[in-house]
Every structure is written in structure tokens, then in C-alpha cells.
């Protein structure tokens, strides 16, 4: 499985607490997620929420890098770039990255 971090901001004026739009496509996003996470093989390991810096980071488990790329293809998402910018980071556990030293030797 592979790892990455989403890592969400939005501007005050987008902020769904206070525009519509931004509202109900967060909210769209919010009921369907479970539903595409599933359809990919994703498992949302943790999202959080941090709204006095208009932030959302959402940490996500997926078989593959294909399979993320057309997980964010999906409408409910990409709806979301119109009101967020992203950054996206692959991943590592702290296992992984022990394993990799372990074979540096």
C-alpha cells in the first residue's frame, strides 16, 4: 500500500464555514469519500482539521499510485480544486523507512 498526505488551504473568503459553495461541495465530498475510497482500495487513515488556519490534511492508504491519481480524477474531488489548493506527499512509515536503512549497509 502506499501512503500519501493531503494537504488542503483554502482562503478565508472560501472558507465553508462561510461560502455556500465551498459548503456543499465540502459536504458532497464528506458523504461520498467513503464510497470512492472503497471503489480504489483507499482507507482514510486519519483526516484533520485545523480551521483557524484553513487547513485540512487528510492521510490516505491506496494500492497504487495509479489508483490515486484516478481517485482524484473522481467529480466530488476535483469539484474541491475550485475552492482548495493541494499539496500531495507520498509516504513512508517509520517501518519502511527502517527497512530501507537496514538494506543501505
Request: charged residues 25%; contains cysteine; hydrophobic residues 40%.
Amino acid at each position: 500500500m502506499a501512503t500519501f498526505l493531503m494537504i488542503s488551504r483554502h482562503s478565508p473568503e472560501n472558507c465553508p464555514m462561510f461560502n455556500e459553495k465551498a459548503r456543499k461541495l465540502w459536504l458532497e465530498y464528506a458523504s461520498k469519500s467513503e464510497e470512492l475510497f472503497k471503489k480504489y482500495g483507499a482507507k482514510r487513515v486519519g483526516a484533520w482539521s485545523v480551521p483557524t488556519e484553513h487547513l485540512y490534511v487528510e492521510v490516505v492508504e491506496i494500492p497504487s499510485l495509479d489508483a490515486f491519481e484516478k481517485l482524484g480524477m473522481e467529480p466530488e474531488i476535483l469539484a474541491w480544486g475550485a475552492y482548495e489548493t493541494y499539496e500531495v506527499k507520498f509516504a513512508y512509515s517509520l517501518e519502511e523507512v527502517a527497512q530501507m536503512l537496514q538494506q543501505t549497509r
